[in-house]
T-cell receptor, first 112, second 111 residues
Framework: SQTIHQWPATLVQPVGSPLSLECTVE??????LYWYRQAAGRGLQLLFY??????ISSEVPQNLSASRPQDRQFILSSKKLLLSDSGFYLC???????????FGQGTRLTVV | QKEVEQNSGPLSVPEGAIASLNCTYS??????FFWYRQYSGKSPELIMS????GDKEDGRFTAQLNKASQYVSLLIRDSQPSDSATYLC???????????FGKGTRLSVIA
């Protein structure tokens, strides 16, 4: 069966510090991968999605970037965090060309 | 712009009642429709999917789809306090594109 791992679960970072969140999927090949952010009391905002290695689509211009160095690995990064980057970051996957998406456990990021 | 609209709630229902959650979408090309449940502080969990007009039942949950009206709903029968959560509606057009989510409806089931 397929599983998705996302870490860390919680993170407190100072303003201006770098960020790296990692997500890996097991049990499937060539998945579509997604990064979402959910601010407190808000809906899911799609940040990036990838349909293959090295293929990243950015939905929202900001100081975040994403990379997909391996088929089942998706990384969200920032060089300098802002207070507004605080939120609940969720990685998700779906079968390529498929329909439903499945979420990892999420990372709660607090920028102080 | 593809949009999915949901009433943010909170929707409060007594235990044992039917909870009715509604969702409308703007893109007539949408073909796949989903309901996710998100408990506070947790990630969304897929609970229902529906692809054809009509009703789809799974236990206490019934999803309803009306493509002509661009309307999706979720009924929860015999609501339990454990159903208290935010329910997210998501839609998808064919092809290798992401789901589009609504902002969710917060449901509170009162014991």
């Amino acid at each position: 069966s397929q599983t998705i791992h996302q870490w860390p679960a919680t993170l407190v970072q100072p303003v201006g510090s770098p960020l790296s969140l990692e997500c890996t999927v097991e049990g499937t090949s060539n998945p579509n991968l997604y990064w979402y952010r959910q601010a407190a009391g808000r809906g899911l905002q799609l940040l990036f999605y990838s349909v293959g290695i090295g293929q990243i689509s950015s939905e929202v211009p900001q100081n975040l970037s994403a990379s997909r160095p391996q088929d089942r690995q998706f990384i969200l990064s920032s060089k300098k965090l802002l207070l507004s980057d605080s939120g609940f970051y969720l990685c998700a996957w779906s079968v390529i060309g498929g329909t439903e998406a499945f979420f990892g456990q999420g990372t709660r990021l607090t920028v102080v | 712009q593809k949009e999915v609209e949901q009433n943010s709630g909170p929707l409060s229902v007594p235990e044992g009642a039917i909870a009715s959650l509604n969702c409308t979408y703007s893109d007539r090309g949408s073909q796949s429709f989903f309901w996710y449940r998100q408990y506070s502080g947790k990630s969304p969990e897929l609970i229902m999917s529906i692809y054809s007009n009509g009703d789809k039942e799974d236990g206490r949950f019934t999803a309803q789809l009306n493509k002509a009206s661009q309307y999706v709903s979720l009924l929860i029968r015999d609501s339990q306090p454990s159903d208290s959560a935010t329910y997210l509606c998501a839609v998808k057009v064919p092809g290798n594109t992401p789901l589009v989510f609504g902002k969710g409806t917060r449901l509170s089931v009162i014991a």
